[in-house]
């Protein structure tokens, strides 16, 4: 079953320390507490890139039961607040957001004898 998911990409920020702090110390609690619609929240550093530095730093994304349920969670007030942080928080540029349905593939482990 394929899943939907909010992904919100961050630029890369000249000063790495002050969106690191941001997203610890106020943006993450203020998502886990308004997105009531979430079933997961992963989020991704970005290290590098074989063309170079890349010109993005962070990649969240917040996991919903269906588009309608996303739909809604980012249509109430507290969707509204941690939508416009999240903003807030980018301090180059306006973070890129996009709705996607995740496909999930599961490979074994097991060497083949």
Same mark, same amino acid.
């Given at each position: 079953?394929?899943? *939907? !998911? ?25 998502? /886990? ?6 079933? !997961? #929240?992963?989020?991704?550093?970005? &290290?590098?890139?074989?063309?170079? =530095?890349?010109?993005?730093?962070? #990649? ?6 269906? #588009?309608?349920? =996303? ?11 941690? =939508?416009?942080?999240?903003? !807030? #928080?980018? *301090? ?5 957001? &996009? /709705? ?14």
């Amino acid at each position: 079953m394929a899943g *939907t !998911k909010l992904v919100v990409i961050y630029p890369r920020p000249k000063h790495v320390d002050v969106l690191e702090r941001a997203c610890q110390d106020d943006h993450v609690p203020l998502a /886990v507490a308004n997105l009531g619609a979430k079933t !997961k #929240i992963a989020g991704t550093r970005v &290290l590098g890139s074989p063309q170079g =530095l890349p010109p993005f730093y962070r #990649i969240a994304e917040v996991h919903s039961p269906s #588009i309608e349920a =996303l739909e809604a969670c980012a249509a109430s007030e507290g969707g509204q607040e941690t =939508l416009a942080h999240a903003v !807030k #928080i980018s *301090t180059e540029r306006t973070p890129i957001f &996009l /709705v996607a349905e995740e496909e999930t593939f599961t490979f074994s482990q097991t060497a083949n004898a």
